[in-house]
Protein backbone atom coordinates (compact mmCIF):
# COMPACT_ATOMS: atom_id res chain seq x y z
CA UNK A 1 0.00 0.00 0.00
CA UNK A 2 1.09 3.86 -0.93
CA UNK A 3 2.19 5.77 1.83
CA UNK A 4 -0.48 8.15 0.32
CA UNK A 5 -3.41 5.54 1.54
CA UNK A 6 -1.92 4.36 4.66
CA UNK A 7 -2.01 8.19 5.79
CA UNK A 8 -4.63 10.41 3.65
CA UNK A 9 -3.13 13.80 3.76
CA UNK A 10 -6.74 14.91 4.33
CA UNK A 11 -6.88 13.91 8.10
CA UNK A 12 -8.82 15.81 10.00
CA UNK A 13 -6.72 14.98 13.12
CA UNK A 14 -3.93 16.74 10.99
CA UNK A 15 -5.79 19.79 10.62
CA UNK A 16 -5.93 20.24 14.35
CA UNK A 17 -2.45 19.25 15.11
CA UNK A 18 -1.45 22.01 12.45
CA UNK A 19 -3.61 24.51 14.30
CA UNK A 20 -1.95 23.65 17.79
CA UNK A 21 1.30 24.53 16.44
CA UNK A 22 0.31 28.22 17.02
CA UNK A 23 0.18 28.32 20.77
CA UNK A 24 3.86 29.26 21.25
CA UNK A 25 3.62 28.67 25.06
CA UNK A 26 5.26 30.49 27.30
CA UNK A 27 7.65 28.60 29.32
CA UNK A 28 11.44 29.28 28.64
CA UNK A 29 12.59 26.81 25.97
CA UNK A 30 14.38 23.03 27.04
CA UNK A 31 15.79 20.57 24.77
CA UNK A 32 13.32 17.33 24.47
CA UNK A 33 13.86 14.80 26.79
CA UNK A 34 13.87 10.86 24.92
CA UNK A 35 10.47 9.18 25.84
CA UNK A 36 8.39 5.94 24.64
CA UNK A 37 4.99 4.71 24.93
CA UNK A 38 3.63 1.41 24.38
CA UNK A 39 0.18 0.60 22.78
CA UNK A 40 -0.95 -2.82 23.96
CA UNK A 41 -3.36 -3.74 21.63
CA UNK A 42 -5.95 -6.81 21.94
CA UNK A 43 -7.62 -7.62 18.22
CA UNK A 44 -8.94 -11.02 19.44
CA UNK A 45 -12.37 -9.71 20.09
CA UNK A 46 -14.84 -8.19 17.31
CA UNK A 47 -13.33 -4.79 17.59
CA UNK A 48 -10.28 -4.07 18.64
CA UNK A 49 -9.21 -2.56 22.16
CA UNK A 50 -6.05 -0.57 23.48
CA UNK A 51 -4.84 -0.54 26.87
CA UNK A 52 -4.86 3.08 28.44
CA UNK A 53 -4.33 4.13 31.91
CA UNK A 54 -5.75 7.70 33.62
CA UNK A 55 -3.66 9.79 34.69
CA UNK A 56 -4.18 11.19 38.81
CA UNK A 57 -6.11 14.42 39.29
CA UNK A 58 -3.65 15.68 41.20
CA UNK A 59 -0.68 15.75 39.15
CA UNK A 60 1.04 19.28 37.19
CA UNK A 61 1.44 17.47 33.54
CA UNK A 62 -1.86 16.28 32.28
CA UNK A 63 -4.12 15.82 35.53
CA UNK A 64 -6.97 13.50 34.62
CA UNK A 65 -6.01 12.80 30.96
CA UNK A 66 -6.23 9.29 29.34
CA UNK A 67 -2.55 8.07 28.00
CA UNK A 68 -1.08 4.89 26.61
CA UNK A 69 1.53 4.13 29.57
CA UNK A 70 5.14 5.18 28.83
CA UNK A 71 7.70 7.77 29.85
CA UNK A 72 11.05 9.17 29.65
CA UNK A 73 14.35 6.76 29.22
CA UNK A 74 16.33 6.17 32.07
CA UNK A 75 20.26 5.20 32.46
CA UNK A 76 19.17 2.13 33.32
CA UNK A 77 17.05 1.32 30.32
CA UNK A 78 20.53 1.16 28.22
CA UNK A 79 22.20 -1.19 30.68
CA UNK A 80 18.92 -3.65 30.69
CA UNK A 81 19.44 -4.15 27.31
CA UNK A 82 22.72 -5.42 26.21
CA UNK A 83 21.83 -8.58 24.49
CA UNK A 84 18.35 -7.58 23.35
CA UNK A 85 17.36 -7.75 19.33
CA UNK A 86 15.01 -5.79 17.38
CA UNK A 87 14.00 -5.86 13.50
CA UNK A 88 16.91 -3.94 11.61
CA UNK A 89 14.21 -1.44 9.75
CA UNK A 90 12.59 -0.48 13.23
CA UNK A 91 15.79 -0.30 14.46
CA UNK A 92 16.52 1.99 11.47
CA UNK A 93 13.61 4.67 11.76
CA UNK A 94 14.69 4.70 15.67
CA UNK A 95 17.92 6.36 14.66
CA UNK A 96 16.92 8.40 12.11
CA UNK A 97 17.08 12.16 12.66
CA UNK A 98 18.47 12.43 15.68
CA UNK A 99 20.44 14.87 17.50
CA UNK A 100 23.51 13.98 19.22
CA UNK A 101 24.87 10.13 19.43
CA UNK A 102 23.14 7.55 16.89
CA UNK A 103 24.34 4.51 18.87
CA UNK A 104 22.49 1.41 18.27
CA UNK A 105 21.75 1.16 22.32
CA UNK A 106 19.89 4.09 21.95
CA UNK A 107 17.06 2.64 20.21
CA UNK A 108 16.97 -0.68 22.72
CA UNK A 109 16.76 2.03 25.20
CA UNK A 110 13.75 3.67 23.95
CA UNK A 111 11.90 -0.01 23.60
CA UNK A 112 13.01 -1.00 26.70
CA UNK A 113 11.42 2.41 28.52
CA UNK A 114 8.46 1.49 26.98
CA UNK A 115 8.51 -1.89 27.91
CA UNK A 116 9.55 -0.72 31.78
CA UNK A 117 7.15 2.12 32.17
CA UNK A 118 4.33 0.06 30.67
CA UNK A 119 5.41 -2.76 33.64
CA UNK A 120 5.92 -0.33 36.45
CA UNK A 121 2.29 1.72 35.66
CA UNK A 122 -0.19 -1.17 34.70
CA UNK A 123 1.25 -4.47 36.41
CA UNK A 124 1.78 -6.30 32.48
CA UNK A 125 4.19 -7.81 32.05
CA UNK A 126 5.41 -7.90 28.38
CA UNK A 127 7.47 -10.87 27.21
CA UNK A 128 10.64 -11.35 28.89
CA UNK A 129 9.72 -8.33 31.02
CA UNK A 130 11.69 -5.29 32.08
CA UNK A 131 14.49 -5.61 33.78
CA UNK A 132 14.29 -2.93 36.41
CA UNK A 133 17.00 -4.56 38.79
CA UNK A 134 20.56 -6.03 38.54
CA UNK A 135 19.31 -9.20 38.69
CA UNK A 136 15.93 -8.47 36.43
CA UNK A 137 14.46 -11.02 34.25
CA UNK A 138 15.53 -12.69 31.31
CA UNK A 139 17.12 -10.42 28.53
CA UNK A 140 14.24 -8.69 26.65
CA UNK A 141 13.39 -8.69 23.06
CA UNK A 142 11.74 -6.36 20.65
CA UNK A 143 11.09 -8.54 17.45
CA UNK A 144 6.87 -8.39 18.39
CA UNK A 145 6.95 -4.52 19.04
CA UNK A 146 6.23 -1.89 15.98
CA UNK A 147 6.82 1.41 15.54
CA UNK A 148 3.67 3.18 15.00
CA UNK A 149 5.02 7.04 15.19
CA UNK A 150 6.90 10.02 16.79
CA UNK A 151 6.08 13.27 18.26
CA UNK A 152 8.20 16.05 19.70
CA UNK A 153 6.66 18.38 22.44
CA UNK A 154 6.84 21.88 20.71
CA UNK A 155 9.12 24.64 22.41
CA UNK A 156 8.26 26.23 25.18
CA UNK A 157 6.17 24.02 27.02
CA UNK A 158 6.58 22.91 30.39
CA UNK A 159 7.60 19.53 30.07
CA UNK A 160 9.36 18.61 26.39
CA UNK A 161 9.61 14.94 25.24
CA UNK A 162 11.01 13.14 22.29
CA UNK A 163 8.59 10.42 21.98
CA UNK A 164 8.50 7.06 20.24
CA UNK A 165 5.25 5.73 20.29
CA UNK A 166 5.97 1.26 19.79
CA UNK A 167 2.37 -1.15 19.54
CA UNK A 168 2.89 -4.37 20.53
CA UNK A 169 0.23 -7.16 20.74
CA UNK A 170 -1.78 -8.20 23.82
CA UNK A 171 -0.93 -12.23 22.88
CA UNK A 172 2.52 -11.10 23.87
CA UNK A 173 1.47 -10.32 28.04
CA UNK A 174 3.66 -13.29 29.40
CA UNK A 175 1.84 -12.07 33.97
CA UNK A 176 1.44 -9.71 35.98
CA UNK A 177 3.42 -7.58 38.45
CA UNK A 178 2.67 -5.62 41.20
CA UNK A 179 2.28 -1.35 40.43
CA UNK A 180 5.03 0.46 41.55
CA UNK A 181 4.23 3.47 39.76
CA UNK A 182 1.28 4.90 41.22
CA UNK A 183 0.88 7.66 37.85
CA UNK A 184 -2.54 6.32 37.16
CA UNK A 185 -6.13 6.33 38.67
CA UNK A 186 -7.81 3.98 36.90
CA UNK A 187 -5.87 1.33 34.01
CA UNK A 188 -8.47 0.15 31.26
CA UNK A 189 -8.77 -1.53 28.30
CA UNK A 190 -10.80 0.60 25.40
CA UNK A 191 -12.08 0.36 21.94
CA UNK A 192 -10.43 3.22 19.53
CA UNK A 193 -14.55 4.48 19.59
CA UNK A 194 -14.51 4.16 23.43
CA UNK A 195 -11.02 6.14 23.59
CA UNK A 196 -12.10 9.13 21.18
CA UNK A 197 -14.61 9.86 23.55
CA UNK A 198 -12.13 10.23 26.70
CA UNK A 199 -10.38 13.46 27.99
CA UNK A 200 -7.54 12.91 25.52
CA UNK A 201 -4.19 15.06 24.79
CA UNK A 202 -4.10 15.88 21.26
CA UNK A 203 -1.29 14.01 20.74
CA UNK A 204 -2.84 10.92 22.10
CA UNK A 205 -6.37 11.55 19.59
CA UNK A 206 -3.91 11.82 16.51
CA UNK A 207 -2.28 8.09 17.38
CA UNK A 208 -5.22 6.92 17.98
CA UNK A 209 -6.06 7.90 14.47
CA UNK A 210 -3.00 6.42 13.10
CA UNK A 211 -3.27 3.40 14.85
CA UNK A 212 -6.45 2.65 12.91
CA UNK A 213 -5.02 3.60 9.86
CA UNK A 214 -2.40 0.65 10.07
CA UNK A 215 -4.60 -1.72 11.28
CA UNK A 216 -7.28 -1.13 8.27
CA UNK A 217 -4.39 -1.33 6.02
CA UNK A 218 -3.12 -4.77 7.94
CA UNK A 219 0.48 -3.37 8.22
CA UNK A 220 0.09 -3.01 12.41
CA UNK A 221 2.83 -5.68 12.40
CA UNK A 222 4.80 -4.56 9.36
CA UNK A 223 8.23 -3.07 9.98
CA UNK A 224 8.20 -1.65 7.03
CA UNK A 225 5.00 0.67 6.82
CA UNK A 226 6.00 4.35 7.21
CA UNK A 227 5.92 6.05 10.60
CA UNK A 228 4.40 9.41 10.71
CA UNK A 229 6.91 11.62 12.16
CA UNK A 230 5.23 15.08 14.32
CA UNK A 231 7.29 17.80 15.31
CA UNK A 232 6.68 21.61 15.18
CA UNK A 233 8.30 24.30 13.02
CA UNK A 234 8.46 28.09 13.44
CA UNK A 235 3.79 28.24 14.32
CA UNK A 236 3.20 25.43 12.52
CA UNK A 237 2.68 21.63 12.90
CA UNK A 238 4.41 19.32 10.28
CA UNK A 239 4.55 15.32 9.22
CA UNK A 240 6.82 13.73 7.72
CA UNK A 241 7.22 9.97 7.37
CA UNK A 242 10.46 7.83 8.58
Known amino acids: MHSDELFPSNNAHMQRLR ?24 LSGAEPRVLMGQRQFGLKFMPGKFVFPGGRVEARDYLATIGSTMPAPMRSKLLRGLKGTAHPQRAYALAHAALRETQEETGIIIGAGARTTDAGRGVPHFGGFTLLARAITPSRRPRRFDTRFFVVSA ?18 WLTLAEARELDLPSITRIILEDLEHRINAGRIGDPDAPVPFYFARGACFHRKLL
Open 19 to 42: GSGTDTGSYPNSHPRDAATLLVLD
Open 171 to 188: DEITGNTDIIDGEFVAVK
